[in-house]
Each structure stands twice: as structure tokens, then as C-alpha cells.
């Protein structure tokens, strides 16, 4: 097991993208100096986890990948354990995954995906990668790109930002959740949707981040 610094960086590196990612772009999202980014790229480089472009940015080896992978699975597969077990909202899970994911031995995260039923989307609705790094091909679409007047399923929230987590289910926006995109706005982006009998306005930014899927 690599520390949870070394943790903390590959599975970053795999959220911006994994490959080509910038250090400035790595330290505005571990909001740490660019100058300590620099130095752990180098280090992590050295042992084989990354490939380092200089000017272009670092890119995950497949190694990189498959520890990031493996960090990953275990945040979420701990997310939906308190979730089921506990009861804790949604709002409260990632923080709380965050802390624990880097102490789960590989015994425990296979008795927990075991005693899960070996579950293949967390409660935000994020795919939960295998144990050996196994990831199904994902078709869902951001919501502020989907089409007008169809009935769309939400299947992923964020979960990083507990004020927009909250705002989204106060507005009963989650996975699972029908709705209609009846009109968008042509200033701004923003999204006008249809909930039930409930009509709800949504930034573009924030349905930049909302997923769905949806029957043609």
C-alpha cells in the first residue's frame, strides 16, 4: 500500500482525466503550491506510476491507473456502505469516505463489496470500479447537453460539494429521479426542468455536473 499522499495524487491525476494533466490544474485541485506538485510528480515518475511531459502535463501509467482504480473503489464502495448501513445522507458521505478509504485492507474491501451484493454504482450513482480495476463502458450524458422534452433518468450527482448536494436533493434531484427539460435559457445556458408537477431552474454549471440517461 502507497502512502495517502501518493493515494491522494493518482486518484486526482484520474479524475482530471489521467492523461496530459497540468500542475497547475493538480494544485488548484489538491489546493496545494504548484512547487510541492511539482516535486511528487517527479517522485511518482520515478516509481513508475507516472509518465511526465514536461510543458504538456503527467499521464497515468498503467500501474498509476490501476492504484488510482483501486483507491477509487474503495471510497466508493465505502460511500455505500454508510450509506446502507448508517443511514448517512448523501451530502455526508464523500468526507467521510475520504477519511477512511486509505486504511481499508484488501480483506475488508472484498467483505464489504461481498456483503454489499457487490454493488456497481455508489449512492451519487458513480460507477464502482472492480477489484481488478474492471470499469464498464459509461453512456451517461451530462444534463445540460441533453435533449428537450424527453423523459430523462438522473443516474450521477457530484460528490464533492455538499452545498450543491443539498441544494440538488432539496429539489428531489438524484439518482433515480424523472425529469423534463422543458426549455433552456440562451443567455446563460441555464436549464428549465420539469419534476412531477414541480417546474426548477437549473444553472448551467450545475447540470454540467448532474448525469442522466434516456430512451430514444
Known sequence: ???????????????????????????SH???????????????TEMGLVDHTPYKGASLTRRGELEALSVVRRHRLLETFLSQTLGLARDELHVEAERLEHALSKELEAAIAE????????????PIPGPNGELYEETDLPLSDSPINMTLTVMQVPDNDSNILSWLENN?????????????????????????????????????????????
Do not use: C
Request: hydrophobic share 35%.
Open 1 to 27: 500500500m502507497y502512502s495517502v499522499a501518493i493515494e491522494d495524487y493518482l486518484k486526482s491525476i484520474w479524475k482530471l482525466g489521467s492523461k496530459d494533466v497540468g500542475t497547475q490544474e493538480l494544485a
Open 30 to 44: 489538491l489546493n496545494i503550491k504548484p512547487a510541492s506538485v511539482t516535486k511528487m510528480i517527479l517522485r511518482l
Open 115 to 126: 456483503y454489499l451484493g457487490n454493488p456497481t454504482r455508489d449512492p451519487h450513482g458513480h
Open 172 to 216: 428531489n434531484i438524484y439518482p433515480g429521479t424523472k425529469l423534463k427539460i422543458i426549455s433552456r435559457d440562451d443567455f446563460d445556458g441555464g436549464i428549465n426542468v420539469r419534476i412531477g408537477l414541480s417546474k426548477i431552474r437549473i444553472s448551467s454549471s450545475i447540470a454540467s455536473l448532474v448525469k442522466i440517461s434516456f430512451e430514444e
